[in-house]
């Protein structure tokens, strides 16, 4: 954690004098707040560069002469540099510098100090995240940061998705690039949230510009952690808990579905289906395909180091068993990082990522159990599984048993470096980084008969395997110099990279039912195999430069020009560049008199980033196209032969997707800092990809043609304010509040293109993405009510085979005819605004803490109920009030075994707010005659309650911007319980 | 550097000059020609749905709730210019003429290739591409004429792109590479043991008859259906047993013209789900064995496309061909299967694989039964039909009574050219049920409107001869290719 620097020192004013001889200087470093002393302090000599390190008590002593220079710094405090006089005994206070001007922060290829950044940056620190159980850091950082939106499913596995600053990619991958220790990466899965040290998110532009060519979307920059010279530190973390699903949906029970059912076929003039009389027991389907998952993190490091080496080790064992029966995901993760001081002006170093996973995978069973008849047991009476061929829905506790899927990757992710210092404030840094996945998978599917809708008539094994490699070489040079008032820091660098991907898949069938004999080889007849690879390549130049006059003035530049593969070899190159500024009003002459103002600082910039990995495979224009389908010319006795042909045409013009932007910002802190707060404006506009339907006739087989033709726009405010105290030695506490205003909208679609989407796989779509609408709105029938006769029917427009108690739709364009012409947009899944509200306090041993998150202003289209092919199950709340001869004037449609129509009916607020964590922590004091030096026990909540409006299982969908926001199958937020220790050694 | 960012390409063969070299890439051309019969979109649910379901021969199926994406619309002729399947007809028959279209342009790039060989091949990609706008002027009437690859770049091919021609041109097309195919194509006589399944003359000819037909050039129609006939374009004739055409025993006979060709096994070289879609739903079946009646697992599916009750009642008593079009519960099949149960009452026996007696690897999805589009029993009922329109009414009742006889019926009692002409439509229904005939054959005599309104459906004069044209092509063109009327 790069947090450090600036002085206060007190003591003795130094008095002038010569040199004299060497003697034993002893102190203790303290928090200028609490007085409590600072553990693991570097104390270093500015002359000699010899250094020691506080202990526990935050005491240290070291040889040195009056007159020297002596530098204190601790991460997460303003460092200071005290001149030795007469007084060897020496009492050093350091102020927090969480969040003020002098902050570190991370900002691509380098450091700045917070007062000298001009882009919208957000920092999160280490041990926010590591309080989570959660896999991965992008969820970590839920409702911690405005501008940025998480979306995750409790899927064990999974890495949620993250919007910074609205959706701008419509298709493809809208994810941010994550920057693990300068590892490119959009998966970080693989990283122990202990052990990362910082999380910095650049939000706009003249942040991201460094990273230009790959920044369209956002960076997430990943610090992980670094020993630091002095004694060995162990830390032991654990938890375990359990996974139970946050919110459910009240279905019908036997009966009322019987008698919805049977309701329902009348209408249709079909026979009923059920006896109402002989209905079994209910069947909670959706009880049925979840139970308690446990969830279990053992976390160890080691961490010292001396002058010349620092070391970090750490190890953890993560499991995560879901709340699905049989699922699973374990990862053990291993991170060496050391450095190696080799001379004054030269460093190495090497961050090394080793991990392993293992997960059992089991379909997300959420829709079959939603439709399927609660009248069916999950067993009958024979044992056999239960059915009905009432509907065309598996029985989905058979479905998870039957479902063998496996999967399991090995991942090596790192870097070494190497630093040369060659004269002052020039530095050359060289890197290699590199990750490389390994991932297998193997599914196996029995023979069984359940009945002729559920089958399988022969046992088929496919296997898989996909690896790649990955690397960045990365050279650059920064220059850091203060003349007088004028300092600058200049970073110009060369990085090339490349990715291959390999892989290769079999699948046979007639293989045996024994585990230990699903291999290719088991099974009969020859297998079908196949395999694949891709090369990606890029090569860029980057440059930057940051010039600051008197500390108050700030100017920063950044150009990059980048070569990408994937597009075809005249538009292969970007130009990527930002302009801001930043002026730092608190250090003005006028303020020096104020006391309310710790700091102020007004930013603004704007630039220009890309993407290339939105479509891929852009690049070969006149591919031919291998068909899937061989043609058996001269029966069974003759090979099949291929065939190939074009079939796919694509846009020549293709390059870089690019988003332009502009951000404003004004940072303060106030009250002695107790107050901090930000507010930023930002508006940008991605010149998007997508999918441009042509005719048939043009000869491409899926009439898809991918161009830029669309402009996305994202503008919006964001705010974030936080209050921290200590009222005494023996109380402190904080509150934050931060909040998103993004407003979504297509400001511009080529001609009259076709951007539907948002398929329910029953026939039926329900988003279009057009002009002046946010991206993928729903585009539904808008009903007004029900028809409450025959007569009310026959007399307006409406669709064939409407009956009484079906629902109107309201004739928007008044030509009689209920049809496409006749949708609205009914909103989208794009937020208005969303927040996040966090706090806590410590009093003596005790700490607590709370996390919401929460959004506003979106839709949900309630999808799952929207698909119903007949017989399917209801909701107990569909039949309240239902419409029928005998209840004329109900509000609910009747019964009804049609195709449901889209309607403004299925579209259902998206408000939430969300207990993310709620934490109660004891640390106790005297440890030190269990030999131990710290220890903490902590119980804790994940997602313990939700207020929501939706009716399904759970607001929080990540989908594909076109169709985000339908609720089908999704895998529910769950609730977590959890206990845990940490121990220091 | 450039060579750095310009790796070469993996897995993805890039066109020059280089795949031009080895002739065996020709084959591959052409044989995308023929991939395109297997597609879902050109000859499983989609056709169906719109040349089966749509007529007076076969209901939805299934399950009332299960609609089959839009099969429901198409059973009571409800479709639009945004229902799926007629969106998939007009898309799965333009990638045929598209591939073909690549084919005869490509396959004569080949330099190495033998001359004869390429002329063949030319010839079969002209074969194919005439089917797919016969199927395409059937359904849409007037539609675009692609006769060359197109570059989306040139405005004059987009512009030919979307600009529907009269169906006069498409048929005086589809006539001009029927007549070249003819001209060049072996007859099955001269064609190799390992070459079947590929386009002949007679397949050619066959066809072209067809088409005359729905020209009313009857002559055309006689004198090919004729030649056939008497051998002057291969060897073809009426197999003995009408039950065997559709089971694998029958594939590729002496009845055949052209058939789809539907093969098991790795690699995939099956037509997609054309059983699976029609498959008995729900069934519960027995087996007569040694060991006395067992249940068993019989070849099952989706249950759609099923014969109707009123196609049931259209065979005269003693007609053969009920029981081999027909399944119904409690029949016993050739197998030895029995039918005890299931969710409809009656299913096409024409897309029925048995897993007991016939070539199953248990993937049900892609089964070894071949499509029959073009064989004798049409050909001697075209023959029928023309020879009656010219006033040979020798030649159509002597042709009429072939077919009747096979199917253990007696001479035809009709009489007078319209008699006979009733009695021939009515043959045609009950030899070809279930073939995909139907529909395009009550809209080609004038008799749609009659027969769907005894049935209670609507068939629009003016409007229903004809699909929709789907809307996402019309969008595609910024509106350019015009609609349908009525639509």
Redesign the interface.
Known sequence: RLKTTILIIVGFMAFPSFMMAQQIYTGQVKDSLTGAPIQSASVTLLSSGKGAISDSAGQFSIQASPGEKLSVSSIGYVGTTVTLASNTNLSIVLHSAAGTLDEVVIIGYGSARRSQVVGSVAQVDGKDIAARPVLSAAQGIQGKVPGVQITASGAPGSQPEVRVRGVGSVLGDANPIFVVDGVITSDITNINNNDIASVQVLKDASAQAIYGSRAGNGVVIITTKSGKSGKMQIHLNTYTGFKTPTSTVKMADARTYAAFTNAARAY?N?DPAFDLDTLSATTNWFDEVTHKGIIQNYDLNISGGSEKVTYYFGGSVFKDQGIIPGEDYTRAAFRINNTYQLAPFLKLGNNLNVSVYNMNNKPTEFDDAYRMAPTVPVRFDDGSYGYT????VANPVAKLDLTHDKGDQLRLQGNVFAELKPVNGLTLRSSYNFDYHNNNQKVYTPVY?I???Q?N??SSLSQSNNNSFYYIIDNNATYNKTFGLHEINATLGYS?EKNRDKSWSGSI??VPADPNLWYLDQGD????VG?????????SAYSRLIYTYDRRYIFNGSLRRD???SFP?DN?YGTFYSIGGAWVISEEKFMKNQTLFNSLKLRAGYGKVGNDITIS?L??L???S?????????????A????????Q?KD?AVSWETTKGTDLGLEFALLKNKLSGDISYYNKLTHAYIPV?????????D?I?YSQAADVRNKGVEFELNWQDHTSKDFSYHLGFNMTFNTNVVDHVD??L?LKGGSLG??EIVTYTVPGQPIGSFWVYQTDGIYKSQDEIDNSAHI?GAQPGDFRYVDQNGDDLI??KDRIFAGSYQPKFYYGINGGFAFKGLDFSFDLYGNAGNKIYNGKKAV?????EIEAARVDDMWSTDNPNGTQPRAS?A?PKPSTYYVESGNFLRVNNVTLGYTFSNTQKWHIQSLRVFASAENPLIWKKYSGYTPELPGNALSSGIELSIYPVTATYMFGVNVGF | SKSYLNPTPQNTVQQNDSIYTDPAGAAKFLAACYTNLLQWNESSFSWLGLTSITSDDADKGSDPGDLGGDKDQMDALTYSATTGSVAEGWTGNYNGVSNCNQAILNIGLYTQLDAGLKNRYIAEAKFLRAYYYFNLVRMFGDVPLIDTVLNSENPDDVTKAATRVPEADIYAFIEKDLKEAMSVLPTNDNQAAADVGHATKGAAAGLLAKVSLYEKNYQQAYDLSSGIMQGSYGTYGLVDDYSTIWREIGENSKESLFEVQSKIGVPDAAVQQYTAVQGIRAGSFKRITEAGTVSVSAYSGWGFNVPSQDLDNAYEAGDKRKKATIIHIGDTLFDGVILVSAANPRYNYKAYVSVFDESYDGDGDNTNKNIRLLRMGDIVLINAEAANELGNTATAVSSLNLIRHRAGLGNTTASGQQGLRTAIWKERRVELAMECDRFFDLIRTGQAATVFSALGKTFTTGKNEHFPVPQVEIDATEGVTTQNPGY
Do not use: M
């Open positions: 249709d079909v061929s009432l509907l065309s008969f009945w002729s809708g089958k008539d022969i090339s069938q007639n007849n020859n297998a079908d395999s694949s690879g891709a090369i990606l390549t890029r090569a070569g990408s593969s070899t292969q495979n690049r070969i006149n591919e031919i291998l068909q899937s389908k061989y043609y058996g010319f001269g029966g069974s006795n003759t099949a032969q291929q065939a190939w042909t074009f079939d045409i020549a339907t042509v005719p048939t006739t043009f000869g491409d087989q009439k043609v001609g009259t076709q029953n026939g064939q049809n496409d119903r092919f007949g017989n399917d075994n195709i």
